[in-house]
């Protein structure tokens, strides 16, 4: 081979070692298939509770339960006496004092499984986190990098408890209905740890990683902060109620914009608190989101199969998603559509960030 021939090659060798560098999961020890599993499986806890809270909320169950146990609140009441304790407590809040007043022990006991359930279910999620964790770190199937992810995870569990009372509390003071704005970092703390649990997962089962144009790694990445930011504004439509009013699609009740909107001072509160301008930017968050994933998707149909997959998956999630949504605002926010519609929320972040792990992006 002469001296030109020789550089050819070298460059080109160089170039491959690169892509193959890209294309390689981030993380640098073997794939552990039981591992990923277990990260998986918390993934799918998560999001059975953020389906379990849903119904809890829109049942208004809760705030059937007045305090907060960490430690011993595992099981529920035993006794008659146990269950007037509770219902004692609850009768002292602003919920049965404004509206369910006169409610009978049995009636309580309806809204209170709920959310004895919700709680219990968080706290199996961590025993099925923390006791694998022990035992993986104890067998030094963890590397350092693995356990700090894994730590920041766990951390954010115990936070998210901590946010759950936190939101708790705001409707058993005088308002008997809890803050939007809790709730909503309530919901997308649940979405942070199921988007990072799910990421962690992919890259521990060594989940194929594929070389792409900057385009599509670009949408594909705005994909996912728009979902997020969407999910964020739903869940303050959910705070204030605002699924209640406007239900009518594509114009509120008429208007592009209701009049009666973005009347409040200082200005800034209105996306936040006015129930006209909450419910518009939601709706118009959603159709840009949409447009979003649709872009994705068409950028995606010259990658590689598993990325076209991954796009696919998508897809068809956001049209079901899109569906859910109009649905549960023109039937006035059923109890099961709207529980549909927040899962869909769940599942098509979800499947944005699988899409996103899959793209590495191209630096030639």
Not at 102 to 111: A, P, Q, R, Y
Not at 280 to 308: E, G, M, P, Y
Request: glycine share 8%; with cysteine; charged share 15%.
């Amino acid at each position: 081979m002469d001296k030109q021939g020789s550089i050819h090659y070298l460059h080109a060798h160089k170039k491959e070692m690169r892509v193959n560098t890209q294309t390689e999961p981030e993380r640098k020890g073997p794939p552990d298939t039981l591992i990923g599993i277990w990260l998986l499986t918390i993934c799918a806890m998560v999001f059975a509770m953020v389906v379990l809270g849903g119904f809890t909320r829109l049942t208004e169950s809760g705030l059937s339960i007045t305090d907060w146990r960490p430690v011993t609140g595992w099981l529920p009441p035993m006794s008659e006496a146990a269950w007037q304790a509770h219902f004692d407590g609850y009768r002292l809040s602003p919920e049965y004092l404004k509206i369910n007043h006169g409610m009978t022990l049995d009636e309580f006991k309806g809204i209170f499984w709920l959310e004895y359930l919700h709680r219990l279910w968080g706290r199996i999620i961590g025993l099925t986190f923390l006791i694998p964790f022990v035992v993986f770190a104890f067998q030094r199937r963890i590397d350092k990098a693995l356990m700090v992810r894994l730590c920041i995870l766990f951390a954010l569990g115990g936070v998210q408890g901590l946010i759950g009372w936190w939101m708790v509390k705001s409707g058993l003071i005088d308002n008997p209905d809890v803050s939007q704005y809790r709730l909503a970092v309530h919901l997308m703390t649940a979405f942070l740890i199921l988007g990072l649990g799910l990421w962690f997962a992919l890259d521990v089962m060594g989940s194929k990683r594929i070389q792409t144009d900057t385009k599509l790694w670009r949408m594909a990445s705005l994909s996912v902060g728009m979902i997020y930011v969407t999910a964020f504004a739903g869940a303050l439509v959910a705070g204030l109620n605002a699924g209640l009013v406007y239900n009518t699609f594509p114009l509120m009740m008429g208007s592009f914009y209701p009049s009666e909107g973005f009347q409040m001072i200082p200005w800034y509160l209105n996306f936040f608190e006015d129930i006209p301008t909450v419910q518009f930017d939601h709706r118009w968050l959603a159709i840009s989101t949409f447009c979003i994933a649709v872009v994705t998707w068409w950028l995606s149909k010259n990658a590689d199969q598993t990325i076209r997959l991954r796009a696919n998956v998508m897809i068809f999630m956001a049209f079901i998603q899109v569906a859910l949504g109009i649905s549960t605002l023109l039937l006035v926010v059923p109890i099961s559509l709207a529980a549909a519609h927040q899962a869909g929320a769940v599942a098509l972040f979800a499947c944005a960030v699988w899409l996103r792990h899959g793209l590495v992006r191209n630096q030639t």
